[in-house]
């Protein structure tokens, strides 16, 4: 059974900094896109960040110069470096893994007090 775990989640201030992890375990292998998505209460959930297998990125408007997606394919996990974090940030984070299908995690909450 493939699970995902998101760790790194967390209150922070306005201007502040928070690493998202998300690790895949189990029978998961050519893990090809992987990515981030949010969600906030009484909307669709968003696009954040996605990389490839071959390392292309891409971002949503909302976090380009902010946010960094990164992915470490010997320990099957996915990054989020998020910086300069606005209240706007705040949301339940989610990450993606596409291999012969497609796996979520449980999604993990930011908090961005101002």
């Known amino acids: 059974q493939v699970q995902l775990v998101e760790s790194g989640g967390g209150l922070v201030q306005a201007g502040g900094s928070l690493r998202l992890s998300c690790a895949a375990s189990g029978s998961i292998y050519s893990i090809g896109r992987m990515g981030w998505y949010r969600q906030t209460p009484g909307r669709q959930r968003e696009l954040v960040a996605t990389?490839?297998?071959?390392?292309?990125?891409n971002y949503a408007d909302s976090v380009k110069g902010r946010f960094t997606i990164s992915r470490d394919n010997a320990k099957k996990t996915v990054y989020l470096q998020m910086n300069s974090l606005k209240p706007e940030d705040t949301a339940v984070y989610y990450c993606?893994?596409?291999?012969?299908?497609?796996?979520w995690g449980q999604g993990i909450q930011v908090t961005v007090s101002s």
């Open positions: 990389i490839t297998g071959g390392g292309s990125r």
């Open positions: 993606n893994m596409v291999a012969w299908r497609e796996y």
